[in-house]
């Protein structure tokens, strides 16, 4: 998914008190740089590969930037996460790709970085301006491997319409949650829409859960199972699930979730045959563009707690790009990252998908349906995306066959957890 961030990109002090960040109006993005910061050749054609959820932002500043032509492709995350690591093996890798923060996935910048395959982007201007508790998800041995443009969030992006049939407010804690679903489901709509046939889906109501379930209790928990003296098994995690699994058991999923993909899930919330979508906040321009008008939709935080002052929030960098370290065209793509990396571009691309800006200058606006998670970020219960400090490439993909299996009825949350345990040890 696009989350694989590390955690200490994001201290629980809150990104916006580092950054000095503000909310504001949601604006079009404005005129473009017609170049970018150079750091080495220019010119020719850049072969760029990126998730579905970059085309956006990407298409604005590609065309916008007159050094370099662009030959782009996208396609979904689970698909990119394998071609492009399988062409970085190869040698052949696009001069510009996909790379997620921290250490989460096959593509993350971790993982990737350790075998030398990413161009260090250390040199440029806009590095120095990375708040130091976004660090790590950005820089390997002090070195910055990645750009990305901010951070984002995972809450309930909902359809204001059927709320407001339902005679519903967003809620502020775990029982007013399944109270406004089960007044949804009375009122003959889905509550909660769920793609789970799309693999990095299905993690994102645990993701949107465990903050409050385990972090808010333990804020230590990533650093003791890195000791071995925590476990998935017996922790917040048992929680977090059991209510995953409560929310199915209650009706308040559409019908077959393993057998619904993302694209359904968004059209679901849009049109208004379902209330709402667990979802990052990168993908409201995906539910935006299938609704009737973008002010149909609004965002909330899931609460994961019975009582308001235990929710926490998960809150993490965007997925981001790399240059190919052994590319033909290596200086000709760093200079676009140059580019991407000055201030009115990095804003360019924060609105386009609905983040919070890397760093913000008077000309920054965040999206107004980010407001509600403010005061959660600035208020020290953010934490970052869970698999951002995981150890391995495999523990995503673990967790994301756990929940299609426990919602299959395949399999246990204990039996899941005690499966995710081992899949974390793996060396």
Not at 20 to 43: D, E, N, T, V, Y
Not at 128 to 144: E, L, S, W
Not at 177 to 188: M, P
Request: aromatic share 8%; charged share 20%.
């Amino acid at each position: 998914m696009s989350a694989s961030f590390e955690r200490a990109a994001l201290s629980r002090r809150g990104f916006l008190r580092a950054s000095g960040m503000a909310a504001g109006a949601i604006a079009l993005p404005g005129a473009l740089a017609a170049c970018g910061g150079s750091s080495g050749g220019s010119g020719g054609t850049l072969r760029l590969v990126g998730v579905a959820d970059q085309q956006k932002p990407l298409d604005l500043l590609t065309k916008a930037y007159t050094k370099s032509k662009f030959n782009a492709s996208y396609a979904p995350t689970d698909q990119v996460q394998t071609s492009v690591r399988t062409q970085l093996g190869a040698g052949n890798a696009p001069d510009v790709h996909v790379v997620f923060p921290g250490n989460g996935s096959a593509m993350s910048m971790m993982q990737i970085s350790q075998a030398g395959l990413l161009a260090d982007l250390s040199d440029q201007a806009w590095t120095k301006k990375i708040p130091a508790n976004f660090k790590p998800a950005f820089q390997r041995d002090g070195k910055t491997l990645i750009h990305a443009a901010g951070a984002s969030v995972i809450g309930a992006i909902y359809n204001k319409k059927v709320f407001q049939e339902a005679g519903v407010e967003p809620p502020k804690t775990w029982p007013e949650f399944l109270q406004v679903c089960e007044k949804i489901k009375k009122k003959g709509k889905i509550p909660i829409a769920l793609g789970a046939q799309t693999p990095w889906v299905t993690q994102l109501i645990s993701y949107a859960l465990v903050p409050s379930t385990v972090y808010a209790e333990n804020p230590q928990f990533d650093s003791q199972m890195q000791a071995g003296s925590a476990t998935f098994a017996k922790s917040g995690w048992v929680q977090a699930l059991e209510m995953y699994l409560e929310l199915q058991k209650r009706g308040f999923f559409n019908d077959n979730p393993n057998g619904t993909t993302f694209e359904q899930q968004t059209s679901m919330v849009a049109t208004g045959k379902a209330a709402m979508a667990i979802q990052v906040s990168a993908v409201l321009p995906d539910f935006r563009k299938a609704a009737s008008g973008p002010d149909d939709l609004s965002m909330f935080p899931v609460p994961g707690a019975d009582d308001a002052a235990g929710v926490w929030i998960p809150a993490g960098v965007v997925v981001g790009l790399g240059v190919s370290a052994r590319g033909k065209n290596r200086d000709a793509a760093k200079a676009f990252i140059e580019f991407l990396g000055e201030q009115q571009n990095i804003n360019t691309w924060a609105e386009a998908v609905a983040c919070v800006p890397l760093v913000r200058d008077s000309s920054s606006k965040i999206d107004p349906v980010l407001e509600p998670f403010l005061s959660f970020m600035d208020g020290n219960r953010a934490v970052p995306f869970m698999d951002q400090n995981w150890p391995n490439a495999e523990v995503q993909p673990a967790h994301f066959a756990m929940v299609q299996e426990l919602l299959g009825g395949k399999t246990t949350v204990a039996a899941g957890l005690a499966k995710l345990d081992e899949t974390y040890r793996k060396k």
